[in-house]
């Protein structure tokens, strides 16, 4: 079963409609003893990365989040800002992240859109991918996926890179390091793709 975290940050509603849609069982976690008992794990964001970050101390998440994640091997996947507080730092704040992946959040570089523009970088953009994963089987990369942020994940290491999207620059759309996944698109906004997506999590 997968548990969605609710901790006020994050359109569960929309992700517990598609797997509902799908007969995939899931359930909301609003205690910290609700994520302990997890098979996997789903873990929302939206807004700032020091913001969301307080959110997952003051609401104890993030001990049992490390317990479940770190020791236990559970499968988690954030999305959008959920991807980016699994790094260990942010530009955009001074709180430290997860670090459940080695790797530091950029702000998009406007100097290099151009003719685009400018931030957010927002609506329909391909991504490219890096390594094999039963996350993105089945997907029609013509499509592609739909994004609204504007800062990256930047990791240490180019092997947690799973897929990439070019906005300016190459940046990590999507990362995965043993149990972990983050991916910078919205799924539950992406149509197929997206439901396609969630799908594939839930059979990992």
């Known amino acids: 079963m997968i548990t969605?975290?609710?901790?006020?940050?994050g359109n569960i509603s929309?992700?517990?409609n598609?797997?509902?849609k799908l007969n995939i069982p899931f359930s909301i976690a609003?205690?910290?003893?609700?994520v302990l008992g997890a098979e996997k794990l789903f873990l929302p964001g939206v807004g700032a990365f020091d913001e969301t970050i307080a959110k997952l101390d003051e609401t104890g998440f993030r001990e049992a989040l490390d317990i479940q994640v770190l020791k236990n091997k559970i499968p988690i996947i954030g999305i959008c800002v959920g991807m980016q507080i699994l790094a260990e730092s942010s530009d955009e704040g001074k709180l430290p992240g997860l670090g459940y992946i080695k790797g530091r959040v950029?702000?998009?570089?406007?100097?290099?859109l151009k003719d685009k523009p400018k931030l957010p970088h927002l609506g329909w953009n391909s991504a490219e991918v890096q390594k094999r994963s039963q996350l993105?089987?089945?997907i029609d990369h013509e499509i592609g996926f739909y994004f609204l942020h504007t800062y990256y994940f930047e990791c240490n290491n180019p092997a947690d890179v799973l897929a990439t999207t070019t906005y300016g620059k190459s940046f990590a759309s999507a990362v995965s390091h043993e149990n972990v996944y983050g991916i910078q698109f919205?799924?539950?906004k992406s149509h197929h793709n997206g439901v396609k997506l969630l799908h594939n999590f839930a059979l990992l």
């Open 106 to 112: 950029k702000k998009i570089d406007e100097t290099l």
């Open 14 to 16: 929309a992700i517990g």
């Open 186 to 188: 919205h799924p539950e």
């Open 136 to 138: 993105f089987e089945g």
């Open 18 to 20: 598609i797997y509902e």
């Open 4 to 9: 969605i975290i609710d901790y006020g940050s």
């Open 30 to 34: 609003q205690t910290p003893e609700q």
